[in-house]
């Protein structure tokens, strides 16, 4: 994470393999898929150059490639996103989610002090769903953000994914900018006339007071994973099989290592073996958020994680989904509204399954000249942060 000025960052994450899964040496393996779904894929042929080059690869370098590589990437070329891709975000399900991540912004911008500016700050937009609806937010709230400068800055590595963002985001009367060899490599102006810019780092994002949105991102950021034997901790690295010539196997390095990871794929909406057909499917891991929280200790307090269903209780959703449904007119709008709720809050779909992290200046949490623990995982009933107890304005 990049420091700036006071900053609240709230993060959320799923695993979006549903069902976690612990690998256990040879039993998660590419062996058990039918043979025709050992396709030999252009990532598959980089991969095999490059681990006969070098030797086997690390969990890490196989996930870096097969996400994000310039040429081959699964981010970079693929729409992954809706019923037609491999899964379905909070967002695509319901306008609701980020009219409610909107107030959340809003909620602690008034709560910091009212700032003259800040910068809203997205890594992986996806399809520019999420931060569409917080503008909207912002927009209906304009008397309320009438002093502040706004801007907004999306960390984004697919060029494919960036014009669907720019499609949902942008006013169609002002051309975009760009600029391939520029750190900023595309600006453009939003349909309620805000400036936005895209970047392929997060690094490359100006210093300033700032509030960064992760929705889903660190899962599948790149991991190293490790396997325990009666001789101490292995890292478990990726090398083809010297049986089948178009497989990849996971084998074990001979060194100790310190630490243990696990990963798992998805693809169309379903479980999927992360050596088959690379560069076509996702992969995830699973979010260690106590180490999140030990990583920032000293830097920013923590909060949360808490459950998907809670935190939009504690923001209103109720009072919100009656508002739309006593405006929507034809039914299909009303059963749609129902549906997107329910996939939200249910704790057998999403409500138990999806959690809410928020990483905030220490000053923020100060209650009353106390402050409150810089890694608590629950706040007192007297917190003021939003979402994390009841949503209350001040």
Request: glycine share 8%; charged share 20%.
């Amino acid at each position: 994470m990049v420091p700036a000025s006071p900053v609240a960052r709230p993060l959320r994450h799923v695993a979006r393999a549903l069902f976690p899964c612990i690998w256990r040496g040879k039993y998660f393996s590419s062996g058990n898929e039918p043979a025709e779904s050992n396709r030999v894929t252009p990532m598959f042929r980089h991969l095999m150059y490059k681990i006969k080059s070098t030797g086997p690869i690390t969990v890490a370098e196989y996930m870096k490639e097969v996400l994000t590589n310039p040429d081959k990437g699964y981010y970079v070329h693929h729409d992954m996103l809706g019923e037609k891709g491999d899964f379905i975000t909070s967002p695509e399900i319901s306008q609701i989610f980020g009219e409610l991540v909107g107030i959340w912004f809003i909620s602690e911008w008034i709560s910091s002090g009212k700032s003259s500016a800040f910068q809203l700050v997205e890594l992986g937009p996806g399809r520019g769903t999420l931060t569409g609806d917080i503008l909207r937010v912002f927009s209906q709230l304009g008397s309320v953000l009438k002093t502040c400068d706004i801007s907004v800055h999306l960390v984004e590595v697919s060029q494919k994914l960036s014009e669907f963002q720019a499609l949902t985001l942008t006013d169609k009367k002002i051309p975009l900018e760009r600029d391939a060899e520029s750190l900023v490599y595309m600006k453009g102006v939003t349909k309620s006339g805000i400036p936005v810019s895209w970047y392929r780092d997060l690094k490359d994002v100006p210093k300033g007071y700032s509030f960064y949105l992760a929705n889903e991102f660190f899962d599948v950021l790149p991991i190293h994973k490790f396997q325990k034997t009666p001789h101490g901790w292995r890292e478990v690295l990726i090398d083809i099989d010297p049986q089948v010539s178009d497989k990849l196997r996971f084998v074990l390095a001979p060194g100790a290592t310190p630490a243990e990871a696990f990963i798992q794929g998805f693809c169309s909406h379903k479980l999927h073996d992360v050596l088959i057909a690379p560069g076509t499917a996702d992969l995830t891991a699973d979010v260690d958020f106590s180490y999140l929280r030990r990583m920032t200790q000293g830097k920013a307090a923590s909060l949360g994680p808490i459950q998907q269903q809670t935190f939009l209780k504690n923001m209103g959703i109720d009072v919100r989904l009656k508002v739309l449904l006593d405006k929507a007119d034809e039914p299909s709008v009303r059963q749609q509204l129902l549906h997107g709720y329910n996939m939200l809050m249910n704790p057998k779909k999403m409500g138990e399954r999806f959690n809410f992290f928020a990483l905030l200046p220490h000053q923020r949490l100060q209650v009353g000249g106390h402050q409150m623990g810089t890694c608590q995982s629950k706040p007192s009933a007297s917190s003021p942060v939003a979402g994390f107890g009841e949503l209350t304005w001040q």
